[in-house]
């Protein structure tokens, strides 16, 4: 009869919690189309964007909160190129893209506020 190394067995295990662990996480919504409302220290946001071939939109709207200046939205491809960050008004910001290969929308509160993707 064969006898079985512990330490192999052990280390095995915590080797298979841990991808299981990584495997199991939830991945961000990182993607153009990962909707969803963000809370800020100024407040809440929708944060939305879409598209396909070659042409992308990004949109930001203000949910409830007390934040006094403009939103903005910003698209970035996945080459990394950033479009330039465009200011809408208090209640809303939108931009779009054609002929652009956007892999990620970039959303702002108002400037003193975090940033987050879709």
Not at 51 to 59: D, E, I, L, S, V
Not at 83 to 95: F, I, K, L, W
Request: glycine fraction near 12%.
């Amino acid at each position: 009869m064969k006898r079985r190394n512990r330490g192999s067995i052990v280390m095995c295990a915590a080797v298979t919690a841990a991808l299981g662990a990584v495997l199991a996480a939830p991945a961000p919504a990182l993607a153009v189309g990962g909707n969803r409302t963000v809370q800020r220290s100024c407040g809440s946001n929708y944060i939305s964007s879409g598209g396909g071939n070659g042409h992308f939109w990004a949109q930001t709207e203000k949910v409830s909160g007390n934040c006094d200046g403009t939103l903005s939205v910003a698209m970035q491809a996945s080459d990394n190129y950033r479009s330039p960050r465009v200011y809408g008004t208090r209640q809303s910001a939108y931009t779009e893209l054609w002929n652009f290969n956007a892999h990620y929308g970039i959303h702002w509160g108002c400037n003193s506020c975090d940033s987050s993707w879709t």
